[in-house]
DNA sequence: ACTTTATTTCAAGGATCATTGAATTGTTTC
DNA sequence: GAAACAATTCAATGATCCTTGAAATAAAGT
């Protein structure tokens, strides 16, 4: 069951804070230093709490010169928002399906996750 | 932050599956043996888990004779996709907010915790 | 090459978690 | 009140979790 590995994600003090950081730094990310000193957390710390949210699908990496920026990945949310609709509302969903886009700013910024 | 406690509580198999099976079970509820033996859980592991889905706010217990009724609490469930979808769509929320209901059948049941 | 900066890897620690068996409490039925 | 039934409490165990410090890797600047 994936969405338990979302959940277990989640459902952690540090990790939720990364993943609201992430969420609002938007689809182009950002550097795991700047997380790091936004949240005072060790860099170990933050690897460690990275790659949980990595296994679960709701993060991406990608190197920039001697930085690893990471993005929340909005579809694995998505879906996790979805599975959770689903099954509060005894399998007949009675909201029209929450579509999560990135956030506010940019014009036209595809999620091509 | 009681976001993390909810999603603590469902971020486990056996807890995920009980609620489920609390939330089509409807806001009556059913006793703890028949989700035991629905589950095929111990007594003793189930009353554990239970405990931790009522330290959560996700669950209500009434005894009736000598079974204990538990029902899901769509309130909790509903306050956790609100923060979720909050905090997925970085502070601008764009789905109009997700009303949770407890099921299908009943006409005019109200969610009244 | 050497140093600095950015991040990860590794090993160790205490804390919390999930399951189990045995014993207990509360309730109904006889 | 004794037996049967439903669920909880308690103690123990192995597993997983989060954090920390020390060392290693990777890239950039000098």
Known sequence: MEAVAAL?????????????????????GMPAGAVASALDLAPN????HFDRLRAAGLVTVRRDGRSMIYAARFETMNALLA????????GAP?????????????RRKKVTA
């Open 45 to 48: 710390t933050l690897t460690f």
């Open 83 to 90: 599975y959770l609709t689903e099954n509060c509302c005894g």
């Open 8 to 28: 277990a994600a989640l459902a952690q003090d540090n990790r939720l804070d990364v993943f609201r950081l992430l969420v609002e730094a938007g689809p182009e």
């Open 94 to 106: 009675c909201a029209p399906a929450v579509e999560c886009k990135p956030a506010v700013v940019s």
